[in-house]
């Protein structure tokens, strides 16, 4: 059976994985929607600082794969600047979401520290 810290750790991947597929998804949606106009307009520059802190969210969980702290700042950080930038009513439901992983790490590190040594 694997240990305790493990799982977190492993779970910790996992969600940052689905939530990267997830959120990547409508990056992608809202890169078409906006870059790839038929009439050729760009968007007003609003538009292209919340790609670049939605992009900044997708770093943090990419990173979270490998390097689960620098991800987890990352992600931290690029997921409140995103959702207060686009002014979500319902912007803690929404960006709680991105808890789930840093959570995950939160219980492995922790569990990490408190074993005996």
């Known amino acids: 059976m694997r240990s305790l810290p493990t799982v977190f750790k492993w779970a910790g991947r996992a969600t940052a994985l689905l939530f990267l597929l997830f959120w990547g998804a409508f990056f992608v949606e809202h890169l078409s929607e906006w870059f790839l106009r038929r009439d050729g307009n760009y968007p007003p520059p609003f538009v292209w600082i919340a790609q670049l802190l939605h992009f900044s969210m997708l770093v943090g969980l990419g990173l979270m794969l490998r390097w689960e702290k620098l991800g987890t700042a990352i992600l931290a950080a690029g997921t409140v600047a995103f959702f207060a ?30 074993r005996p040594r």
């Open 85 to 114: 930038s686009i002014g979500v009513r319902s912007f803690p439901k929404i960006a709680l979401v991105n808890l789930v992983p840093m959570a995950c790490f939160a219980i492995y590190w922790t569990t990490l520290a408190l």
